[in-house]
């Protein structure tokens, strides 16, 4: 059985306060490709940031970023053109979220007690053995799933869909990580 992993697919990572170049178009595309290949998931796995107003992540409490994704915010929501491909194909749904905590950075939903403990659910009730995971972004957010996941269910039963994993740095990083990791990936 096969689940699709997308990482973050929301409005602030596409066209909000942290946009990656690319990703409107790559959320565009893989909500075709879900259309496309309905049928072939399982079960289909959102992760989101879910942050608190005050994050430690943010550049006015002394983080990297612009404030982002936060918590029931227009910015925080899954990208519009994927919601009905999500539901209305095969599979079910679940949207896991991350950065919940006000002082954790959480690249990873499995870095997320909760999170992780409902994904691992997933994969054990649906019997899944092949994971295919992308999102935004591919350099950051994808790159930290990638790698724990690669270390709880094993890096065979990952395949990486590059082209809809748009990345701030062009690529580099995920690529460099698909390279070292043997992982399989869409190209």
Avoid at 7 to 26: K, N, R
Avoid at 41 to 49: L, M
Wanted: proline share 4%; glycine share 8%.
């Amino acid at each position: 059985m096969r689940m699709l992993m997308i990482v973050d697919p929301q409005v602030d990572f596409i066209s909000g306060t942290l946009p990656v170049d690319g990703a409107a178009e790559a959320m565009d595309a893989l909500a075709a490709y879900l259309l496309a290949t309905d049928g072939a998931y399982a079960a289909k796995v959102v992760t989101a940031d879910h942050h608190p107003f005050f994050h430690s992540s943010f550049t006015d409490k002394g983080g990297e970023w612009p404030r982002h994704c936060v918590a029931d915010t227009v910015g925080a929501a899954i990208w519009p053109a994927l919601v009905d491909p999500l539901y209305l194909t095969s599979g079910n749904v679940t949207v896991v979220h991350k950065g919940t905590s006000a002082d954790t950075d959480e690249y990873s939903v499995f870095r997320n007690p909760l999170g992780a403990a409902d994904v691992k659910k997933i994969v054990e009730q649906a019997g899944i053995t092949d994971i295919d995971i992308c999102g935004i972004a591919g350099d950051v957010c994808v790159l930290n799933t990638l790698a724990d996941a690669a270390r709880l269910f094993g890096a065979e039963a990952l395949r990486v869909l590059t082209r809809f994993s748009p990345s701030l740095d062009g690529g580099a990083a995920l690529d460099s990580f698909i390279a070292r990791n043997n992982l399989k990936c869409d190209r």
